[in-house]
């Protein structure tokens, strides 16, 4: 006998689901864990995405609730630095491995927060483990600190090279020339 995704749903595992239907079935439960907790999001649909901002205050809430309704990994941390409009926006991914019907679907849960020397929002990771090398990495490249983080220190970088913070639109890249210490003769350049 074939193995089921729930019974009664007559799929088989190996057939998949329709992208839309659990993306919209993923945004549904999201978007009513959130009302029901009293968060105010808002909410951004993009090409089989969709994104909720919250306030960096609502962050740990929101974390939560969609941790209750299944969301139960981070898959990406996505930052953006808005150099003209002063402003970072960090973006977690969540998906679940575990219910059936939000496998596939991802949802970002996003805050945006001020452009300054050492901007700051509250870790996910106590929620989702996840979310701690991610966490880092944001940390080591943008300079965006997680309050409560068990292990904030760079992950990739040297820490010379993170203190640069060498992601955000304003860092310098020094240009380098293969022909540099070459001979002119030498070089067609």
Same mark, same amino acid.
């Given at each position: ?31 009513? /864990? %959130? +009302? ?7 909410? @951004? ?7 909720? $901002?919250? !306030? ?44 059936? /019907? %939000? +496998? ?7 805050? @945006? ?7 700051? $929002?509250? !870790? ?55 022909? @540099? ?9």
């Amino acid at each position: 006998m074939a193995s089921r995704d729930a019974p009664g749903e007559g799929r088989l595992l190996s057939q998949p689901m329709d992208p839309e239907a659990v993306l919209a079935e993923a945004v549904k439960r999201a978007e009513e /864990a %959130l +009302k029901e907790r009293g968060i105010q999001f808002k909410r @951004e649909d993009g090409k089989g995405f969709v994104d909720f $901002i919250v !306030s960096v205050d609502d962050l740990v809430r929101a974390a939560e609730a969609l941790k209750t309704v299944g969301f139960d990994h981070v898959v990406s941390i996505t930052t953006i630095d808005y150099l003209k409009e002063k402003k970072f926006r960090v973006v977690y991914h969540v998906s679940s491995y575990l219910d059936a /019907a %939000l +496998k596939g679907a991802i949802v970002g849960l996003g805050v @945006e927060l001020p452009r300054v020397e050492k901007p700051s $929002i509250p !870790s996910l990771s106590q929620i989702w483990i996840s979310a701690e090398f991610q966490e880092r990495e944001v940390y080591e490249f943008f300079g965006i600190e997680f309050e409560g983080h068990p292990d904030l220190r760079p992950f990739l970088l040297t820490p010379p090279v993170a203190e640069k913070r060498p992601l955000r639109k304003d860092f310098v890249v020094r240009e380098e020339s293969i022909y @540099e210490g070459v001979p002119k003769e030498w070089s067609k350049a």
